[in-house]
């Protein structure tokens, strides 16, 4: 069975940086695509960033461009999200998520994923 284990987030001042980590396991091969959602308290969970491997391809919510980058190492078969400049509407819960097979694309769209991690909390105050 598919696993994702997000790690790497806390409280930060604006200005900070976090870089957010997620573990694959229980297939032998990386997922296709992969992506970073977040929900804060009394909102939709939204997409962030998304990567696939095979393509090299990125993409970005506009909110985050040029502020966050979304990278993978395919051999410790782990995602990364690099956060910049972070403001106080970053805070969040932060999901990985990932699929396999298919068409390689990247999607900022919860329902084009069909394995989703836990969450790690980020917090940023002004």
Known sequence: QVQ?????????????????????????????????????????????????????????????????TISQDNAKKMLFLQMNSLKPDDSAMYYCAARYGGVQYTSLHRGTYSYWGQGTQVTVSS
């Open 4 to 68: 994702l284990v997000e790690s790497g987030g806390g409280s930060v001042q604006a200005g900070d940086s976090l870089r957010l980590s997620c573990a694959a396991s229980g297939y032998p091969y990386m997922p296709s695509c992969l992506g970073w959602f977040r929900q804060a308290p009394g909102k939709e969970r939204e997409g962030v960033a998304s990567i696939c491997g095979g393509t090299g391809a990125t993409s970005y919510t506009d909110s985050v461009k040029g502020r966050f």
